[in-house]
């Protein structure tokens, strides 16, 4: 697939591409600690290609901003972004090793993870501007924090000059601008993202952290709770708590950036916040039923047919 220039309405997504080193371990190790490993795998990953893989699986039209090694993992993570119909049009090899994640997961799914950027660490506001085109024709643009925050400043700013809603989802939760706040159209932190960023150790009340989110300029959170579901809050009012749906989690690796996919796809499709915010849950608890990152995502038909058993109509 190849994205004229003359089109418009897709979903760019500029980010991370990482191979993801996966390790299933009896519990999580503590600082200074070896545990004995059961089981290893490797799979596609890094936030950006997670969330672009989940799109497109999900019926989107997605087009990739993002850098990948002069590798063999390079070549592998871009023939895979390929095979799912993501377009690579804006997708650049760049000299040394391919970016790669860490992740360590408990039997009960829960994991943890650490970021190697590799090749993610050139993706430069220059390289934003050299696909300027792309960024601005787009329905929607997902960005998250593994690459440059001075990457981030600048997307955030262009998006907001020229009224292209943009979609940050702040992973690795580190400091911004001020500035970036203001340009958001939606922020989605899980519950220790949006604690960082609102000084907390943790969150008690998610609507109370919500409405204190809003404060910082973004026109919309969606504060996702993992397996208590999500809460969605807007500037005009909404406030909106959505279950999860109730499944059996093996790994919850990339169920958020699944969310994020899934709720883009909806937003850009017309539907209702709440209509977004409930197909993106349906698609994310899909994502913790299986291993991995990009091989759990669902597909559209998949999403559709866990709706309809839960006794939703069909979007």
Known sequence: MSLGQEETGWIAVVGSINMDLVASVERIPAAGETVRGWGFQTHPGGKGANQAVAAARLGGRVRMLGKVGRDAAGELLLARLQDTGVDLA??????????VALISVQPEGENSIVVVPGANAALTPE?????????????????????????????AVLCGQHGVPLVLDPAPAQRLPEEVFRHLLWFTPNETEAAFYLGEQTITDAEQAARRLLSLGMKGVALKLGARGVVLATQDGTMERLPAFEVEAVDTTAAGDTWNGGFAV?????????????FAAAAAAISVTRRGAQPSMPTREEVERLLQRQGHLPL
């Open 266 to 278: 909806g937003l850009t499709s017309g539907w209702s916040v709440k209509e977004a915010g409930r």
């Open 127 to 155: 390289f934003v501007d050299a696909h300027r085109e792309t960024v601005l024709g787009a329905a929607m643009v997902l960005v998250q924090l593994e690459v440059p925050i001075a990457t981030v400043e600048h997307l």
């Open 90 to 99: 804006c997708v650049a090899r760049e000299d040394g090793p391919t970016g």
